[in-house]
């Protein structure tokens, strides 16, 4: 049985670089939408960070003449951000999820577009959790400004 959330060890990362992301998420390109991350402070909450930039496929056709980076990859680099503090704090406590799934997302709001060029900071600060599901409250900001939230649900997996 899972110790309850008061027990557990706190996971001290301090901050992630890609190559650490890469550990803790599945996600690989075009779909891993985070970079780094910073400001972990335990499983409690992090910043995770996306550059950017003009040669992502997505603008392609998201779109061609006027480049907006899709609000719905926004809502996913902020559950991937959550996702890797879930699975780092897991992996702390001797517990390794073979899978994180999205499970809700809500409150979803888009503020302002975000373009290349861009770097986008994920704030992200866990509402809950209890055994394998987790909550969190997102905020995207470029340079400061909000431009989009999000409520996200998530389910650890392990086999």
């Not at 110790?3 to 998420?25: C, F, N, Q």
């Not at 996600?27 to 985070?34: A, E, G, T």
């Not at 995770?48 to 056709?61: A, L, S």
């Amino acid at each position: 049985m899972e110790p309850d959330a008061m027990t557990e060890t706190p996971t001290e990362l301090g901050t992630a670089d890609i190559m650490r992301v890469m550990e803790l998420l599945p996600h690989r390109y075009p779909f891993l939408l985070v970079d780094r991350i910073t400001a972990i402070n335990g499983d409690d909450s992090c910043i995770g960070i996306k550059n950017v930039t003009i040669n992502e496929p997505q603008f392609t056709g998201h779109f061609p003449a006027m480049p907006v980076f899709p609000g719905v990859l926004l809502v996913e680099g902020m559950a991937q951000t959550a996702g890797a503090i879930c699975c780092a704090h897991k992996l702390q406590n001797n517990t390794k999820p073979s899978r994180v799934y999205l499970m809700t997302i809500d409150k979803v709001k888009f503020r302002k577009p975000v373009v290349p060029g861009d770097t986008v900071e994920y704030h992200m600060k866990k509402v809950s959790n209890r055994r394998f599901m987790w909550w969190f409250r997102g905020e995207a900001k470029v340079n400061g400004v909000l431009v989009a939230e999000a409520e996200i649900g998530a389910m650890l997996v392990t086999e």
